[in-house]
Structure formats: structure tokens, C-alpha cells
T-cell receptor, first 115, second 114 residues
Framework: GEQVEQRPPHLSVREGDSAVIICTYT??????FFWYKQEPGAGLQLLMK?????EINEGQGFTVLLNKKDKQLSLNLTAAHPGDSAVYFC??????????????FGAGTRLKVIA | NTKITQSPRYLILGRANKSLECEQH?????MYWYKQSAEKPPELMFL???????RNETVPSRFIPECPDSSKLLLHISAVDPEDSAVYFC??????????????FGHGTKLSVL
């Protein structure tokens, strides 16, 4: 099955700085990619769904880049603020419908933004 | 998030039996139970698609899922073990609509085993 490596496990940045989280996947099959944000005591909140055909995806205050050559998915938070402090998870799910609806999650990155 | 509601929010148990409940108001056709231990990502326990159990991960037999209708999901736990202490998340998605499919999570039930 697919394995997803996420790094770094912990990240601390100052307010206004950028923060980059990277996930690396192994299977060459096509996937949907997801980024989730989890605040303390809460469930996972979907930030963005990325299709394998789109390399650059813009969100509110962040950009998601898909590098298919290197099999990497990155979340780039621009001008981080304290409200961005949370645990971030990447996830992948195979596009091909074989009855496998399993979402595979990365290990998570705990981001702390210091004011 | 009121679109997926879970109860109870917190649960403290000795070696007892208890059921966790989930209801989704999104009209989705697939529902999931995930277990999240401290400092870990969510791990899939069970998946129901159109009320049929199609993925059953290797979880202890003391965990029994039930899907009484497409919007409700239960997790029956008997004789809990300390290793069961975790947050249990319910999630749902609309499978079969590939471009629109995404996983939505409830707020979780935090289980603490004494």
C-alpha cells in the first residue's frame, strides 16, 4: 500500500515568516491529495484538495505545490500568523475506484507560530 | 462543525461497555471511524459505503461498528483496554463523485480508560 512521509514533525516560525511542510509519496498511481489542519481538541479541517493534474494550487494565505517528478506535495504558508498554529496532515487517496476508499495520512507536522 | 455530530464528547471508562454515536447531515454515502492516539495521525478502523461494511481494518474484536442508516454510525466498545485511550473520529464522504469527494470529520470523542 501507499506510504506517505511527512516532514518536519515540528516547525516553529515567527509571525510573518513562511512555513513549508512537505509530504513524499511512493506509489506512481494517480491520487487525490489533501491537506488538513487540526487545532487542539478539534477534528481535522480540510484545507485543500489537489488533483494530480494541477501543480500549483492557491488558497487563503497558503499555496500547495505538487511536484510529480519528485513525488512531493508541499504546503507553503506565506506570512504565518498565530492562528496558523496547529497540526497539519497531508493525505492521499487513489483515484482509481477499486473499492479502496482508504485515505492514507502523513504523520503530521506540529506548527507553532510565535507572535 | 455541526455537519457531523458525535456523542459523547468525552468518555471516561473502566472495563465497561459503551457506544459512540455519530450522525452526518451532509447526505454522504460513506462513513468512517478513525482512531487517533496522542501525537499520531488518524488510523482507519471501519468504513461503511452505502451502509455496507467494505473495509474492516484489523482492530480488536471488542470494537463493533453498526450503521443503522446511511446518516448514522455507531461504535460499540466492550471491556475497554487502556490501549483504547484515544480520540475517535467519525468522518464521511460522498464516494462516486470523484472530483467532489473529500473527507469531512466530526469533532471526535475523547475516550480515557482508567
Amino acid at each position: 500500500g501507499e506510504q506517505v512521509e511527512q516532514r518536519p514533525p515540528h516547525l516553529s516560525v515567527r509571525e510573518g515568516d513562511s512555513a513549508v511542510i512537505i509530504c513524499t509519496y511512493t506509489d506512481p498511481n494517480s491520487y487525490y491529495f489533501f491537506w488538513y489542519k487540526q487545532e487542539p481538541g478539534a477534528g481535522l479541517q480540510l484545507l485543500m484538495k489537489v488533483f494530480s493534474s494541477t501543480e500549483i494550487n492557491e488558497g487563503q494565505g497558503f499555496t500547495v505545490l505538487l511536484n510529480k517528478k519528485d513525488k512531493q506535495l508541499s504546503l507553503n504558508l506565506t506570512a504565518a500568523h498565530p492562528g496558523d498554529s496547529a497540526v497539519y496532515f497531508c493525505a492521499v487517496r487513489p483515484i482509481v475506484n477499486t473499492g479502496n476508499y482508504k485515505y492514507v495520512f502523513g504523520a503530521g507536522t506540529r506548527l507553532k507560530v510565535i507572535a | 462543525n455541526t455537519k457531523i455530530t458525535q456523542s459523547p464528547r468525552y468518555l471516561i471508562l473502566g472495563r465497561a461497555n459503551k457506544s459512540l454515536e455519530c450522525e452526518q447531515h451532509l447526505g454522504h454515502n460513506a462513513m468512517y471511524w478513525y482512531k487517533q492516539s496522542a501525537e499520531k495521525p488518524p488510523e482507519l478502523m471501519f468504513l461503511y459505503n452505502l451502509k455496507q461494511l467494505i473495509r474492516n481494518e484489523t482492530v480488536p474484536s471488542r470494537f463493533i461498528p453498526e450503521c443503522p442508516d446511511s446518516s448514522k454510525l455507531l461504535l460499540h466498545i466492550s471491556a475497554v483496554d487502556p490501549e483504547d485511550s484515544a480520540v475517535y473520529f467519525c468522518a464521511s464522504s460522498q464516494v462516486g463523485t470523484e472530483n467532489n469527494e473529500r473527507l469531512f470529520f466530526g469533532h471526535g470523542t475523547k475516550l480515557s480508560v482508567l
